[in-house]
């Protein structure tokens, strides 16, 4: 008789990824990255465990948004006083925080609770095609894109 095998967190082996965002639209990335957040890509997958990998992106400021979503999609946020919505298009949004877009787009697709916080701690994101995680050894992941 075969027994189904639970992952546990303490017994979860991590790997650091590191992915080139460079002309790829945002949510092709954002949904291969919570993937590998989520531990999807490994076979002992448990969805009640943290076994997801760490994900570094690079070259955020080089994402691509594809049709008119540039200049027609906003991101809304709220100050808590009356009056205080707050409105900034995706065009200004991506020249100012092209790191933050990106990680909302991520945290939107993980879990919408405490193992999702877990998990969205694991994504480190930079605009640049530096970071400071190569003690780590990332491995290169290579996501397949509009134009690649």
């Given at each position: 008789?075969?027994?189904?095998?639970?992952?546990?967190?303490?017994?979860?082996?991590?790997?650091?990824?590191?992915?080139?965002?460079?002309d790829?639209?945002?949510?092709?990335?954002?949904?291969?990255?919570?993937?590998?957040?989520?531990?999807?890509?490994?076979?002992?997958?448990?969805?009640?465990?943290?076994t997801?990998?760490?994900?570094?992106?690079?070259?955020?400021?080089?994402?691509?948004?594809?049709?008119?979503?540039?200049?027609?999609k906003?991101?809304?946020?709220?100050?808590?006083?009356?009056?205080g919505?707050?409105?900034?298009?995706?065009k200004?949004?991506?020249?100012?925080?092209?790191?933050?877009?990106?990680?909302?787009?991520?945290?939107?697709m993980?879990?919408?609770?405490?193992?999702?916080?877990?998990?969205?701690?694991?994504?480190?994101?930079?605009?640049?095609?530096?970071?400071?995680h190569?003690?780590?050894?990332?491995?290169?992941?290579?996501?397949?894109?509009?134009?690649?």
């Open positions: 008789m075969k027994t189904t095998v639970m992952a546990k967190s303490e017994t979860v082996e991590r790997k650091w990824y590191v992915v080139d965002a460079t790829i639209p945002l949510g092709r990335v954002a949904s291969q990255v919570a993937a590998i957040l989520r531990g999807k890509n490994k076979t002992i997958y448990t969805p009640h465990v943290d997801g990998d760490y994900v570094i992106v690079i070259n955020t400021d080089k994402m691509v948004l594809t049709g008119n979503k540039l200049n027609q906003h991101y809304y946020h709220h100050s808590g006083f009356p009056g919505l707050k409105d900034v298009v995706y200004d949004l991506m020249e100012k925080k092209s790191d933050f877009a990106l990680e909302k787009a991520v945290k939107g993980l879990p919408k609770n405490s193992l999702g916080k877990k998990m969205f701690m694991k994504l480190k994101t930079y605009k640049g095609s530096e970071h400071p190569s003690a780590q050894q990332p491995i290169e992941l290579k996501i397949k894109g509009v134009r690649n």
